[in-house]
Every structure is written in structure tokens, then in C-alpha cells.
């Protein structure tokens, strides 16, 4: 996940559906930002396995933190963040607010997830901004 990069692969045996996909992928399908990245990435290999290793870490020690928290149900992720459900009414759009008075921003998903349940995105940040997080979702929830 690196922000601003655009940058993908497809594979597929289905010529078929390549070849539909084709005609509605823009000529522009990597951006300058990618290229660059592209053309550095070797010099950055070992740098950005070590920043791997620290994400994966803390991922999972800030999964139990989290996942310790009454009303609020933590999904698993391999990505840099966690999608979280907030349980017995709490609301995305006041725990989010009620957050950014601390200086935390969360994602509040409730605009793009309309199910009737309450989400928000939580990234994974320092483990000191991490725990300042949950500190502060224990005073709300």
C-alpha cells in the first residue's frame, strides 16, 4: 500500500475476458508516480521488507488490543488497517468524531457499507498512536 500508486496486474488463462477488459482499461494504466517507483524499488527492497516485518508485528498485537474492546468487532486483515463493527448502537459517525477531538482520525464506512450495522476503518499506525487509540475507544465504547 503505497498511497498515490497506480499500479496493477491481471492474470488470467481467459483470453476472452481479457480481451473485454482490454477495451475499457484507460492507455494511462500507470501513473508517473509508479514508474518512478518502479524504477527505485530494488534500492528500497531490504527497507521495505524490514517496514513488512514491523507492519505484520504490530498488526497482530494491535488485533488482540483491539479485539479486547466491548462493542466493537474486529475483522481480520492482512492489510495495513482493520475494518471494525461497532456493536449495541454506537454510532460510526459520533465514535469517529468523538475521536477526532483527540487528534485520532478514524474512516467512518457507514456512507459506503449500508447494511444497517456501523463500521469504521482503523489504520495501523506506531504502536504508541495505536494504544493512544485504544485508550480512546475505551472512553467512548
Not at 43 to 57: A, F, G, I, Q, V
Not at 77 to 97: H, I, P, R, T
Amino acid at each position: 500500500g503505497v498511497p498515490g500508486l497506480r499500479l496493477g496486474i491481471l492474470a488470467s488463462g481467459n483470453r476472452e475476458m481479457i480481451a473485454d477488459i482490454k477495451k475499457d482499461v484507460s492507455i494511462w494504466n500507470i501513473n508517473s508516480m509508479a514508474e518512478f517507483f518502479m524504477q527505485i524499488l530494488d534500492k528500497y527492497k531490504s527497507d521495505y521488507r524490514l517496514s513488512l516485518d514491523k507492519l505484520k508485528s504490530e498488526r497482530s498485537r494491535f488485533y488482540n488490543e483491539l479485539s479486547k474492546l466491548p462493542n466493537l468487532k474486529v475483522y481480520p486483515s492482512q492489510a495495513n488497517y482493520f475494518m471494525c463493527e461497532l456493536l449495541n448502537g454506537y454510532e460510526s459517525k459520533k465514535v469517529a468524531a468523538k475521536l477526532l477531538e483527540d487528534n485520532i482520525l478514524i474512516k467512518d464506512l457507514s456512507e459506503k457499507i449500508k447494511n444497517g450495522h456501523q463500521y469504521v476503518r482503523i489504520a495501523i499506525r506506531t504502536q504508541e498512536e495505536n494504544d493512544k487509540l485504544v485508550k480512546g475507544l475505551m472512553n467512548i465504547i
